[in-house]
């Protein structure tokens, strides 16, 4: 399990900054953009807390309610960078 939270923080790691490239270029669209970033802010955040969580109790529920929380979040935060 750990090497998946890993994986994610990685993930959000390489899209993150794969959206700061992305804005430097000189015909960046804003939706690629707040996509890229929506996805690093999101696996990043929720790998420490789907970590958090399992450690605590670990159900299959849990990593229901992590995951359903992470996608609320990651479309609110893509929806907030687009304006």
Same mark, same amino acid.
């Given at each position: 399990m750990?090497?998946?939270l890993m994986l994610a923080s990685g993930? #959000? !790691?390489?899209a993150a900054t794969a959206g700061l490239w992305v804005? #430097?270029?000189?015909? *960046?669209? /804003?939706?690629f953009f707040a996509g890229l970033i929506s996805? #690093?802010?999101t696996s990043s955040l929720?790998?420490?807390v789907a970590w958090a969580a399992i450690s605590i109790a670990p159900l299959p529920i849990t990593w229901v309610l992590?995951?359903?929380? *992470?996608? !609320?979040f990651a479309l609110r935060?893509?929806?907030? !960078?687009? /304006?």
């Open positions: 750990p090497n998946l993930v #959000g !790691l390489v804005q #430097g270029q000189p015909r *960046a669209d /804003h939706r996805i #690093g802010v929720f790998s420490v992590v995951d359903t929380l *992470a996608l !609320l935060l893509y929806r907030e !960078l687009q /304006h």
